[in-house]
């Protein structure tokens, strides 16, 4: 892929030129909307509200002022429309009502696919967007397509979406001979906003024309400026809202039948449960959450994985209590590829029982039970956020009643202040967790658990220019076996004889200290990039109620792009990146220098094209980690890449290919992976997608084993050659009856095979090349291989039978295999004896009623 990066860079002296002169082309003759900030209108009060069926043919939208001046946004910026669009906005004491004409002169070409709820098909769409605290900030978003299918978020931070919010509202499309509309009822219930005699509230409409690819808006959004409520029009003239103490309920029931195993058998076990979710809102703008003894059975399963490394696998949230709102929770301490962790990480909440290994037992559960947990969030008058949550999980016994997860609290707060229209902001947080051990956890789990930390924001030059940064601190205590734990962890390492901190098997607390600061362009012109430095003391704990992987760090970074936007004959959208970093031990010890360069490239017909190539290890590095609290070991360099393409996603059949590849250990190891994947778009209710992941790995010194008393001259730190090769086929049907009504089929068979051989222990770790740094080894009954095979499986229909209630039904299926022709690989015999492995199957029933107070 190297090639293509050089193709990528040839041609951007070429693609400069073109972007000046399409950027000139496309504000020629251009007369803009007001811009984001400006007061556009007033909103007339409807004295009857409008019947919601999409007619548009009420008294209240006679008089309300009507929207014209949409704008194109994507793919060409500040562009003439296409379409002509019209929008009113009125509203009453207790909701917005939105009214938005698209006009379209071939109605039998409008896309209209249905979908279940808050899933986005290439369809026409119209959105609306509402900052309701005028701050510049935050919002929230109200979308339906021409198939009656709604999605909705919440905004936050100026430019990232929360999809899992989900509010009470109503929408009512129809299709005639001019194209469609959207009638929208907002009740002010589901949203946020300042008690005061009058409120201003921001607002954007945005309007999808599938068919063309083309995006138009009012006010005009610009893509190459940051943010996105801070680019609505400020509308005032709300007057006489009302600020109710509004009261949600929803309880549930579920019914739920699973066979286990028992012993040398399985056993049926079935289990019926009561809870509710709860929704007040103390104030129009601070909103009090709580769930009783709250079941998640209708949430997709995680992907199967087995994890070679030293570190803990990151799953992202998916159970709906923790998910909403939490934006307000983030305390970011690491990102990559989008994907963050930091102080807050809510699923060591209801996590698996911890001591489940150590006291293992047939009927273990397999996740702890929340007894309850409830969240304060709202947005005071002073701009400042607010968010609060206490959770409680009951005590999990194992075998012989021994504990194997205590009960524990946690407890998360988190504030927000901004200044400048939201253009920089303070922020603190503070986490903290306590556990009720007894003899069976105290030699292992820590009691008591405090972090803490501030983050500043600071946006400025039309807020294309950003610095960042924040200071944390942590303090775990619990007994000496259990902070001896945590400092051999391979969080910690404190025991690696060259880690240049000392391990001390007395000590009852562990403290430490993080902070980070970078230096941002966030917009304007075609130039991106981000410079910072972080930091992580060896002590630094935060995983109790976050996520860290590994301490004892020091991380410089940079990324800069060149990100031509505007479309030309060749290409819709380009971008180019370029990243480097270096990463060091708190100490000094360099542990890696690398960078690479990529592309992302949209075409004119929406095939989307990306690569990339990178080096880690281009100097003399060495790895921390490797030994598994051994000395650091010198690293070979080590390239890689990846390239991949992917079909118009308009199209019944989308095709997709993916591929990773690399070397390293001076051409000892090497890894390539295959992704092929196909969407397919049977008819408007029915979709499916089939991907296939392939890879085939060589770790010419992948770890194997510490025999010896660690940190001991007698120590042996052990490695082997590791050959191993993997395939997982995943599986999504979605069946969609009404946009209340749906079905949804998820399956993912995995199987992974490796045999060890070249068994191998440290010599001289730090020495310049592979072959001196190991010397062979041996022990009676080692090396041998695994192959562990995993099926995963949900099926859910979901029935929304009114706004706010729904039914699911869930059919879960668990079959696992491990052990069986260790060492070999042969797909047919392997995915057989697979599916001949005994099923764990769970059926389950959950209900929920809303009731609105």
């Not at 990102?335 to 102080?343: A, I, K, R």
């Not at 944390?472 to 619990?478: D, F, L, P, Y």
């Not at 031509?564 to 890696?592: C, H, I, K």
């Amino acid at each position: 892929m190297l090639r293509s990066a050089v193709v990528a860079l040839a041609v951007l002296p070429a693609a400069l030129a073109a972007q000046q002169v399409a950027l000139r082309a496309a504000s020629r003759d251009r007369i803009a909307p007001p811009g984001p900030g400006h007061a556009v209108l007033l909103p007339a009060p409807a004295l009857t509200p409008p019947v919601i069926d999409g007619r548009g043919d009420d008294p209240a939208w006679k008089s309300a002022r009507v929207i014209t001046d949409f704008r194109e946004f994507d793919p060409v910026p500040n562009g003439d429309p296409r379409f002509r669009t019209e929008a009113r906005i009125t509203y009453d004491a207790h909701n917005l009502y939105f009214f938005v004409r698209a006009y379209d002169p071939h109605p039998d070409s409008i896309v209209a696919l249905l979908s279940r709820r808050d899933v986005k098909t290439a369809s026409d769409q119209i959105k609306i967007m509402i900052d309701s605290y005028d701050d510049r900030r935050t919002g929230f978003e109200f979308a339906v397509n021409p198939a009656g299918v709604k999605r909705d978020y919440y905004t936050y931070d100026d430019a990232d979406e929360d999809e899992s919010w989900d509010g009470v509202w109503d929408v009512a499309t129809r299709i005639d001979s001019l194209g469609w509309t959207a009638e929208f009822r907002i009740p002010l219930s589901q949203i946020r906003y300042p008690s005061a005699p009058e409120n201003t509230f921001g607002i954007m409409i945005d309007r999808d024309v599938a068919r063309f690819s083309e995006r138009y808006s009012w006010p005009l959004y610009s893509r190459t400026r940051p943010g996105i409520a801070s680019q609505f029009a400020q509308v005032p003239g709300f007057k006489g809202l009302a600020a109710p103490h509004r009261l949600e309920i929803s309880p549930y029931t579920v019914a739920r039948t699973s066979n286990a195993p028992a012993g040398a058998g399985y056993q049926q076990r079935t289990l019926g449960t009561v809870g509710a979710d709860i929704k007040y809102g103390l104030t129009s703008n601070l909103t009090l959450d709580g769930t009783v003894n709250p079941d998640f059975g209708q949430v997709e399963a995680d992907p199967s994985v087995l994890n070679l490394s030293a570190f803990e696998t990151f799953f992202p949230e998916k159970r709906p209590f923790f998910i909403e709102g939490q934006n307000l929770f983030r305390f970011d301490v690491n990102c990559n590829d989008g994907v963050c962790s930091g102080l807050f990480y809510s699923r060591r909440i209801g996590r698996a029982p911890q001591l489940s290994d150590t006291y293992p037992g047939d009927e273990n559960p397999a996740q702890t039970t929340i007894l309850g947990a409830a969240k304060l969030t709202g947005r005071l008058a002073s701009g400042a956020s607010v968010g609060v949550l206490d959770a409680v999980t009951q005590r999990a016994e194992g075998p012989a009643g021994a504990t194997i997860e205590p009960q524990s609290n946690y407890f998360v707060a988190r504030l927000q202040q901004d200044f400048r229209n939201g253009a920089s902001g303070i922020g603190a947080m503070v986490t903290s967790v306590h556990r009720d051990l007894d003899p069976f956890t105290a030699p292992y789990l820590r009691r008591d658990a405090l972090a803490g930390g501030i983050v500043i924001r600071n946006q400025f030059l039309d807020r294309r220019y950003s610095i960042d940064g924040y200071v944390a601190a942590s303090r775990v205590a619990g007994s000496a076996q259990a902070i001896s734990l945590t400092q051999q962890s391979q969080v910690h390492d404190y025991q690696r004889p060259d880690g240049g901190v000392a391990f001390d098997s007395a000590r009852t607390t562990l403290g430490g200290s993080s902070a980070q600061i970078s230096f941002s362009k966030l917009g304007g012109g075609i130039t991106r990039f981000n410079v910072g430095y972080q930091y992580l003391s060896p002590g630094f704990e935060i995983n109790d109620v976050g996520f860290l992987a590994q301490a004892n760090q020091q991380n410089q970074f940079s990324w800069f792009q060149l990100a031509f936007t505007t479309p030309t004959r060749w290409y819709r959208s380009l971008r180019v990146n370029f990243n480097q970093w270096s990463n060091f031990s708190a100490v000094g010890m360099r542990e890696d220098v690398g960078g690479n360069v990529n592309f992302n490239l949209t075409l004119p017909d929406n095939w989307f094209v990306n690569g990339g190539q990178g080096v880690d290890n281009a100097v003399a590095s060495y790895c921390a980690t490797c030994a598994r609290g051994g000395p650091a070991v010198a690293q070979s360099p080590s390239l890689w890449g990846w390239a991949g393409v992917q079909g118009d996603g308009r199209n019944a059949i989308v095709p997709a290919l993916f591929a990773n590849w690399g070397h390293g250990d001076e051409g000892r190891s090497s890894n390539l992976s295959l992704n092929p994947d196909v969407s397919l778009r049977v008819a408007s209710r029915f979709s499916t997608d089939v991907g296939l992941n392939w890879s085939h790995n060589v770790a010419a010194a992948q770890w194997y084993g510490n025999f010896g008393a660690v940190g001991s001259d007698t120590t042996h730190y052990t490695f082997a050659r590791l050959d191993q090769q993997l395939v997982s086929v995943t599986t999504r049907l979605n069946f969609t009856a009404t946009p209340n009504l749906s079905l949804q089929v998820y399956a993912e068979p995995f199987v992974t095979s490796g045999a060890y051989t070249n068994w191998v222990e440290l010599a001289d770790p730090r020495a310049g090349r592979f072959a001196g740094r190991y010397r062979p080894f041996s022990l009676p009954g080692g090396l041998s291989g695994f192959n562990y095979k995993q099926l995963r499986s949900n099926t859910v229909i979901r029935w929304e039978y009114r706004p706010g209630s729904v039914v699911y039904l869930v059919w879960s299926q668990n079959r696992e295999q491990d052990g069986l022709d260790p060492g070999t690989f042969q797909f047919g015999r392997d995915y057989r004896n697979l599916f001949r492995a005994h099923p764990g199957n769970t059926f389950l029933i959950k209900g929920s009623y809303w009731l609105n107070f």
